[in-house]
């Protein structure tokens, strides 16, 4: 593992946007914070502060709702065709396109995420999905229902989009998560009122001058950057809000939930994981240790799908173990700009902070360290990407999400596959899940057995615009991403018309 923490350049672009003063955008203009505050964003490498944004709380989020509903009940986006729709989300796109390096520098900055990767995978994550959601604007459809009632009959049904949604998102990934978010609510006709978590709130503004830029009327998109207990409490509980989609903690899920109730708005939840790898024998084993290991410390561990708990076969163990080990020395640890860097740090001091107490009571409780378990320098918010063996399932960092670059190792010999589905499924989540073998009725079946919305066969954390994703259990409810996700962002009118 090597280490270099320097801050690169960034890019005129980039600087340009930064020097700006950074506002909430309330039906189509960028304003102030109505209390006047602001709130610093710091650079989770160095711990510097990068800028300061405007602190929106619940009277900024009632400006925000009354300008969402204003656009969804009348003016040019209500009278949009589809077609029209589809053009605006699919130009939006292309500004990404546009963009695409200084989004991605942004990102490593204000993440810390390495810059290759925020390209590669958040930013080209993101085009694809706003170019695959444009493409529903036009194809949705309701049905022709045949009943059986006496008498002649039309009866049909008609996808209407639900209204104002809230949209509250967090800092993992926080251009691509907007994008999950803003996309297909856009193809359908909704409008918006996103907030963006208060560690990274930088992506979900420069997006904003994209939507502006793109030529969404105003009020369509509204963006307030601010706290979750304030800004996104105020939108979970508006009672003018029709759906509120958040992905986050299940802990603040569970609040949100609570906070919907209200007006009982629509609500769906993308929560955490305790996701399980299953690694067999006969699995192709350079393969599956580049892809294990990419499993748990891709994006330092902060994603809800982390394969934080693997499974090897008791033949396979070992080269198993050393493999991870291998691949955690490969890492280069650095500044989220610098090209070079493969780990970043984690997203900030709070987070450090849970990480290292993580590594501290899996020592207590008598995990061994294979390899990391430490902090890195004296400056940002750097841990060594860690392997943990000897756990058992009644340990703490086996049972809690961790949401570092942390695995739990265990063996297992049993063949049978319910003895393993049920280790698998040992968990209150129910995210994901990867199989690693080249025997395809292995494959298929233990796939079946393990509840959770996602199960990878030979790799972990792919995804695709059209591939639906969100969990079983406490980690979540409904399904983001594929044509599941219009579910969330349309109601269902039937209409039944007698014929005399
Ligand atoms: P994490 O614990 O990983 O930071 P959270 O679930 O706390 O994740 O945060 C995800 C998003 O939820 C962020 O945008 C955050 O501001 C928001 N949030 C936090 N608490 C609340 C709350 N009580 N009501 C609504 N949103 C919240």
């Known amino acids: 593992m090597s280490i270099h923490i320097q801050k690169p350049?960034?890019?005129?672009?980039?600087?340009?946007?930064?020097?700006?003063?950074?506002?909430?955008?309330?039906?189509?203009?960028?304003?102030?914070?109505?209390s006047g505050k602001t709130f610093a964003v710091e650079d989770p490498a160095t711990q510097e502060t990068i800028t300061h944004v405007a602190e929106g709380d619940a009277a900024d989020v009632d400006l925000a709702v009354a300008a969402a509903r204003r656009a969804f009940e009348g003016g040019p986006w209500a009278k949009m065709l589809p077609a029209e729709r589809a053009s605006l989300v699919w130009r939006?796109?292309?500004?990404?396109?546009?963009?695409?390096?200084?989004?991605?520098?942004?990102?490593?900055?204000d993440n810390g995420k390495p810059v290759t990767a925020a390209r590669s995978a958040d930013v080209a994550g993101s085009i694809g999905m706003f170019r695959y959601m444009s493409g529903w604007a036009t194809r949705l459809t309701g049905e022709t229902i045949p009943v059986s009632s006496p008498g002649e009959w039309h009866a049909y049904t008609v996808r209407e989009p639900v209204g104002v949604v809230g949209q509250i998102i967090p800092w993992n990934f926080p251009l691509m998560m907007?994008?999950?978010?803003?996309?297909?609510?856009?193809?359908?006709?909704?409008?918006?009122?996103?907030?963006?978590?208060?560690?990274?709130?930088?992506?979900?503004?420069?997006?904003?001058?994209?939507?502006?830029?793109?030529?969404?009327?105003?009020?369509?998109?509204?963006?307030i950057t601010g706290f979750g207990e304030t800004a996104g409490a105020a939108i979970a509980s508006h009672p003018d809000v029709d759906k509120v989609a958040f992905t986050g903690s299940t802990e603040v899920g569970k609040l949100i939930v609570k906070a919907a109730a209200g007006n009982l708005k629509r609500v769906s939840l993308e929560l955490g994981g305790k996701s399980p790898q299953v690694i067999f024998p006969d699995a192709k084993l350079d393969h599956t240790i580049v892809g294990t290991a990419s499993a748990i410390f891709y994006n330092m561990g902060q994603c809800c799908t982390a394969g934080s708990r693997l499974f090897a076969h008791k033949k396979v163990f070992d080269q198993v173990v050393e493999g991870l080990t291998a691949e955690a020395a490969k890492l280069k640890i650095g500044h989220g700009l610098d090209p070079e860097t493969t780990m970043g740090p984690l997203v900030s001091s709070?987070?450090?902070?849970?990480?290292?107490?993580?590594?501290?009571?899996?020592?207590?409780?008598?995990?061994?360290?294979?390899?990391?378990?430490?902090?890195?320098?004296?400056?940002?918010?750097?841990?060594?990407?860690?392997?943990?063996?000897?756990?058992?399932?009644?340990?703490?960092?086996?049972?809690?999400?961790?949401?570092?670059?942390?695995?739990?190792?265990?063996?297992?010999?049993?063949?049978d596959l319910d003895s393993i589905a049920q280790f698998a499924n040992d968990t209150e989540y129910g995210l994901s899940a990867s199989i690693w073998t080249q025997d395809l009725r292995k494959a298929h079946s233990?796939?079946?057995?393990?509840?959770?919305?996602?199960?990878?066969?030979?790799?972990?954390?792919?995804?695709?615009?059209?591939?639906?994703?969100?969990?079983?259990?406490?980690?979540?409810?409904?399904r983001e991403m594929g044509k599941e996700v219009l579910e969330h962002y349309t109601e269902t009118k039937a209409v039944g018309v007698k014929l005399v």
């Open 9 to 34: 350049e960034i890019s005129a672009e980039l600087r340009a946007f930064l020097d700006k003063p950074k506002k909430l955008l309330i039906d189509g203009q960028w304003v102030d914070a109505r």
């Open 92 to 109: 939006l796109a292309d500004l990404l396109e546009q963009h695409a390096d200084e989004l991605a520098q942004l990102e490593a900055l």
């Open 178 to 223: 907007a994008a999950w978010k803003l996309a297909p609510a856009l193809s359908v006709g909704c409008t918006i009122v996103l907030k963006p978590a208060e560690q990274t709130p930088l992506a979900a503004i420069r997006l904003g001058e994209l939507v502006q830029e793109a030529g969404f009327p105003d009020g369509v998109v509204n963006i």
């Open 350 to 415: 709070e987070q450090h902070q849970r990480v290292t107490g993580f590594l501290q009571s899996g020592r207590e409780e008598g995990a061994e360290v294979v390899t990391g378990g430490n902090v890195v320098g004296n400056r940002g918010y750097f841990v060594e990407p860690t392997v943990l063996a000897k756990t058992n399932r009644d340990m703490r960092v086996v049972r809690e999400e961790i949401f570092g670059p942390v695995v739990c190792v265990q063996p297992f010999e049993e063949d």
């Open 446 to 478: 233990l796939a079946r057995k393990i509840k959770a919305g996602t199960v990878w066969v030979n790799t972990h954390n792919w995804g695709d615009a059209a591939f639906p994703f969100g969990g079983y259990k406490q980690s979540g409810w409904g």
